[in-house]
């Protein structure tokens, strides 16, 4: 079996569980390869008999790698994507981090994943993403994003105001700080901060939710993901900030900017006895009360 390990940093604390998994992996006989940075940062600590081959990007991480995993918190998971890209690999995300909705495998059961990997006892969760195709080139070939596409204020505290039209029929107006065109993984991110909805994976829905709205009767939707989001940008600034999950870049007040669904998901792999309710409950802490 071949397998990937991608993050971007390792803390004195991880770095017994990174151990672990070159251990098992190795006594698997699986080919591993790691992501160079993170190999860089670690290899004085790992002490490893096991050969470790290196790749820098997508451009020379092997197409027919059986997984990748993921060493971090969900941020890790979402710049993993521009290194999978289309190349349909499964993402299996260690948490190391914090929270974890995406990375939801604790490190304490590294070994107990791999055993299961190994024995076929996992499902792959498919994820859509959202892909914006106008103004082109924005973000290179990286146009899209598993999370979400947020607009915002660039370096000022004047409003913006954003129209958006959902396949050409006008949707609103919306005067605030931005806006976020979520998927339904990116529901439980940003969009669940300024008030959107959680939105189950698999529910081929976008949200569309206002930033810090000056109307208060204006509230998050819920559209098809088929839809194709168009939308245009006022305010007394030349340029605002665009972000993609963790990349931004800044977009002229006069561009068009238009959004639909991408035409390739991403694989998560998701493991015996985890669910999506499962997480959010968990994760958010629902039904937990300190008088009990």
């Known amino acids: 079996m071949k397998i990937a390990i991608f993050g971007k940093q390792c803390e004195p604390k991880s770095i017994n569980f990174i151990k672990l998994l070159i251990e098992e992996l190795g006594k698997r006989q699986a080919e ?4 160079a940075p993170l190999f860089a940062d670690i290899k004085k600590m790992l002490q490893t008999e096991y050969s470790v081959k290196l790749y820098r990007s997508h451009e020379n991480l092997p197409k027919d790698i059986d997984f990748l995993f993921s060493l971090g918190g969900d941020g890790t998971i979402l710049d993993a994507v521009p290194i999978v890209r289309d190349f349909n690999i499964p ?7 914090r929270l974890g909705f995406l990375s939801s495998i604790p490190k304490e059961d590294i070994a107990l994943a791999i055993d299961n990997l190994y024995s076929g006892k996992y499902e792959l969760d498919q994820r859509a993403l959202l892909k914006i195709t106008k103004p082109e080139g924005l973000f290179g070939d990286l146009d899209y994003a598993l999370n979400d596409l947020t607009l915002y204020r660039n370096n000022t505290t004047s409003l913006i105001t954003v129209h958006v039209w959902v396949d050409d029929l006008f949707l609103n107006t919306y005067w605030g700080d931005g806006l976020i065109i979520a998927t339904p993984t990116g529901s439980t991110a940003y969009s669940m901060s300024v008030g959107g909805p959680i939105v189950t994976p698999g529910s081929e829905n976008f949200v569309i939710a206002p930033i810090a709205s000056h109307n208060l009767t204006v509230r998050p939707i ?8 168009r939308i245009k940008i006022e305010g007394r600034e030349e340029k605002f900030l665009l972000t993609m999950d963790s990349r931004h870049s800044t977009i002229n007040k006069n561009e068009e900017i238009v959004v639909r669904k991408e035409d390739f998901k991403i694989n998560l792999v998701k493991m015996p006895g985890r669910d999506f309710f499962s997480t959010i409950r968990e994760k958010l ?3 937990v009360d300190n008088r009990n």
Request: glycine residues 14%; charged residues 10%; hydrophobic residues 55%.
């Open 91 to 97: 993402i299996l995300g260690i948490n190391l981090g």
């Open 285 to 287: 802490l629902w039904g």
């Open 32 to 35: 591993i390869h790691c992501f």
């Open 222 to 229: 819920v559209i098809p993901d088929k839809s194709i989001i």
